[in-house]
Structure formats: structure tokens, C-alpha cells
């Protein structure tokens, strides 16, 4: 039986006020007018942000409902309270109204027994390590069982040969947690067939270092959360079994192995590439169809969000495809000045997110 796997960063998906980040409080500064009285700020403030914020919302929920995942796995959400309003009040509506339409000439029994397939009505959030308490959390069909990592240290991967003195300088002694936030491992059945799914997303590229490369001044952590995310499967299947199960690590690695088909130096990816490991289903896309989110400052298009198949998977499905939701991108990405978005969607904001969601349809071997 298939199941669509799907992978998305939602870019701040907070239960609270401040969805945006683009306000300046010390100024009390709202979209173009200056305030001067701290109360009527606030009100402003939180009236324009909640405003702002359900249009982003609802661009959100339009590209997930455009999915149509078996299994979503989520980065960057507050908390599970959070993916729980979310889903009611934004993304359940739309499903709704596509049930009813799909369904028109059913019965309720018929309804109510293809409804399953139509609904997300198992989610999990566990909180980990992000200091603005950003998480990573899953959305499904089927139930599901969810394990976090966050608690894993550098001693998990303490016998693993990396310049241990420069990840020391970083703040990565052996008793610090090694994921900046996590990776939780997704259990889930479809059809008897078992799948295990490794949601992460890793170290964010930022400068570390006066005039530094923000993408080479954190490889190091990415590498060690790589190496960390390939020792969890090796644990989870042994280092043979992994070859004949059915995995997939999805999420925002926040790097990427090449830029529009040519060979990017320095990706920390490689403990999950390297010797076959794992195998991208996006090679498969013609290169400049690849990407998942625009620098605009650099003109680039890369892949930073990735669903990555084990061996025996990528062997069970050599056609299946990525498929990538666009229509949520703002119009200052050039490359999709053709494309068809959703409603409201604006220059740079608001938009669904600052990454493409990936999702693909697997055939899982018993």
C-alpha cells in the first residue's frame, strides 16, 4: 500500500503574538506609523501581527492541504498546542470542504469510513533544544509514535574522528546535547508494511565569526548532528539491517550537497550520503528543479529540506518522484514569476513559508 511521506519547515508556527518578527518595538514602529504611547503600541502591534500572521496562516495550510501527505513532518513549531490550533482553526477547514465536494454521493457510512484518509487526526510536538522554542512534529493518518533525541550528547558520536578542539571552541563539549533542536523518530504502519521516519532540523547557517562564512562557520555542528542521525538508524536497524529496512530522514538540514547540479564544497551531509547510505529522490528532478529555498541576497537556489530514502526503499520505488508546493512562495523569488499563487501572497510576505514543502509517494516492501 502507498504512502505519501511529506517534509516541511512552516517558518515560525507560534501559538503566541510576534508571529512575524518584523516589528521594531524599540522604535514603536508598525508597518509605517510611528507610535508614541507604549499602550496603544502594544494594541497596535498585536492587532497588525494577528492580522498578518492569518494570512500567512492560511497560505500555510493551502500548501499542506496541497500535499495531501499520508505522514507530515514539521519544522519550526511552537509547541503541539500550537500545530493543534493550527490545524483547527486554518488547515481542517480546507480539508473539510474538499471532503464534502470529494464525497457529495456517498452515504455517511461511506463517508465516515473514507473520512481516515482525508484527516490528520494524530499529531505529536515534543519539545527540544531551540532557545525560541522552535520544534519538530508530525502530523499523520495513521497513528503514530514519536521518540525525541533531544537530549542525546556529543559523547553519542564521542569515537567519530571531528576536529574535537574546534567543536570545543564552538561550545560542543561531550556533555553538551548535540542537536540544536532534534530528531525525533516517527514510527508508523500502513498496509503492515512498517515505516521509521528521522525528523531533524539542524544547525541554521549563521555568522560565528567577524567577517566569516555563516555556511562554513557551522558546518562542523551540521556535520556532528549527521554523523549523530546516521548512528541513530545504524542503532535502530544495526549498520546491515539499515540497508534492508524502510527508512526515511527528512527535514530542513539547513545545507546543501550542490547548487543548480554542480558539486557545492563544504556540505555537512556526507555522513548521510556517503557509501550509499541513503539515497536523494530529488537527483532524480532535472537540477534546476531541485531547490527548496532562495537566498536573494546570493541569487541562489538550493536545497536546504530533504526526504532521504534507505537503500531498500530507493530500490522498492526507482520512478517515484519528489513533488514541491510553490504556489506559497513570495514573488520576489524570480524563477516563479509564471507560477499561479495563492491568494495575497505578497513580495517578500506575506507567504507560507520561507521553504518549499517536498512530499513523495512510497511503495513500501512487507
Known amino acids: 500500500m502507498p504512502i505519501k511521506v511529506a517534509t516541511f519547515n512552516v517558518e515560525n508556527l507560534y501559538s503566541r503574538f510576534d508571529f512575524t518578527g518584523r516589528m521594531t518595538r524599540s522604535k514603536r514602529v508598525v508597518g509605517a506609523y510611528s507610535i508614541e504611547d507604549r499602550g496603544e503600541y502594544e494594541a497596535v502591534r498585536r492587532s497588525f501581527e494577528a492580522v498578518a500572521s492569518d494570512d500567512v496562516r492560511q497560505m500555510t495550510a493551502l500548501a499542506i492541504a496541497d500535499m495531501d501527505a499520508d505522514v507530515l513532518c514539521l519544522q519550526e513549531v511552537d509547541s503541539e498546542e500550537a500545530l493543534r490550533l493550527f490545524y483547527d482553526y486554518y488547515l481542517y477547514p480546507i480539508l473539510r470542504q474538499r471532503f464534502g465536494k470529494a464525497t457529495k454521493g456517498l452515504d455517511r457510512e461511506q463517508r465516515d469510513r473514507v473520512a481516515p484518509a482525508w484527516f490528520y487526526d494524530h ?12 520544534d519538530v512534529g508530525v502530523m499523520s493518518r495513521a497513528p503514530v509514535d514519536v ?5 542525546l550528547t556529543y559523547d553519542f558520536i564521542a569515537d567519530v574522528a571531528l576536529d574535537w578542539t574546534r567543536l570545543e571552541a564552538l561550545g560542543a563539549s561531550r556533555d553538551r546535547k548535540i542537536f540544536r533542536r532534534d530528531c525525533s523518530i516517527v514510527e508508523v504502519e500502513t498496509g503492515g508494511a512498517p515505516l521509521t521516519i528521522f525528523n531533524c532540523h539542524f544547525k541554521s547557517m549563521q555568522i560565528l565569526t567577524p567577517g566569516g562564512d555563516p555556511r562554513l562557520d557551522t558546518r562542523l555542528l551540521r556535520l556532528a548532528e549527521a554523523h549523530a542521525v546516521r548512528r541513530l538508524v545504524e542503532r535502530r536497524f544495526g549498520v546491515e539491517g539499515a540497508k534492508r529496512a524502510n527508512w526515511v530522514i527528512c527535514g530542513d538540514l539547513n545545507d546543501y550537497v550542490a547548487i543548480e547540479g554542480e558539486p557545492a564544497a563544504g556540505s555537512a551531509l556526507g555522513p548521510l550520503l556517503d557509501d550509499g547510505f541513503a539515497f536523494d529522490p530529488m537527483t532524480r528532478l532535472p537540477p534546476q528543479e531541485r531547490w527548496t529555498y532562495f537566498f536573494p541576497l546570493e541569487d541562489i537556489y538550493v536545497q536546504l529540506d530533504h526526504l532521504l530514502l534507505s537503500p531498500r526503499l530507493a530500490e522498492a520505488n526507482p520512478t517515484a518522484l519528489p513533488r514541491l508546493i510553490r ?12 507560477v499561479a499563487r495563492y491568494p495575497r501572497v505578497g513580495w517578500a510576505r506575506p507567504k507560507a513559508s520561507d521553504h518549499c514543502p517536498i512530499v513523495i509517494e512510497l511503495n513500501l516492501p512487507g
Open 327 to 338: 504556489q506559497g512562495q513570495p514573488y520576489r523569488v524570480p524563477r516563479l514569476e509564471s
Open 123 to 134: 499529531m505529536r510536538v515534543l519539545s527540544g533544544n531551540d532557545t525560541r522554542g522552535i
Open 147 to 151: 521518540i525525541s533525541n533531544a537530549s
